[in-house]
């Protein structure tokens, strides 16, 4: 995931990225400017563009084969493409809530952020009706 960085190798500091791709040697970060890495890098558009190339990708909840979405995603999407779209939206509005106050593990917290964002997606699947 982006965040390390190395000194050497073409200048300091060197960013490199580690995910199922790159396995744990990572891979250092093209820059996509003449400037700056820090400047490059301090750009919203730019820092936003390399995180979400290199970073883990999330779970599709409306492409037909669940592109990158775990077994226990796919199980919630099924169910919940099943219920109506009034059900969906009040479990959003419901986990949201839930999200804003929960202390508990890592674990837990970013499955429900895994929730939250399957069910926008469906409710936005719905939106486009």
């Excluded at 396995?23 to 700056?36: I, L």
């Excluded at 775990?70 to 999200?99: M, N, Y």
Aim: with cysteine; net charge positive.
């Amino acid at each position: 995931m982006p965040g390390y960085f190395e000194s050497g190798k073409g200048g300091w500091p060197t960013v490199r990225y580690f995910n199922a791709d790159t396995g744990y040697n990572g891979a250092p970060y093209q820059q996509k400017t003449s400037q700056a890495m820090c400047d490059e890098l301090g750009d919203p558009t730019y820092m936003r563009a390399y995180v979400e190339d290199k970073g883990p990708k999330p779970c599709d909840a409306l492409a037909a084969d669940l592109t990158n979405c775990s077994d226990k995603q796919k199980t919630f999407v099924a169910a919940w493409k099943a219920k109506t779209p009034t059900q969906r939206i009040a479990e959003l509005a419901r986990l949201e809530k839930i999200g804003q106050t929960l202390v508990a593990t890592a674990e837990i917290v970013k499955w429900n952020k895994q929730r939250v964002s399957i069910l926008k997606q469906l409710v936005s699947l719905h939106d486009e009706l």
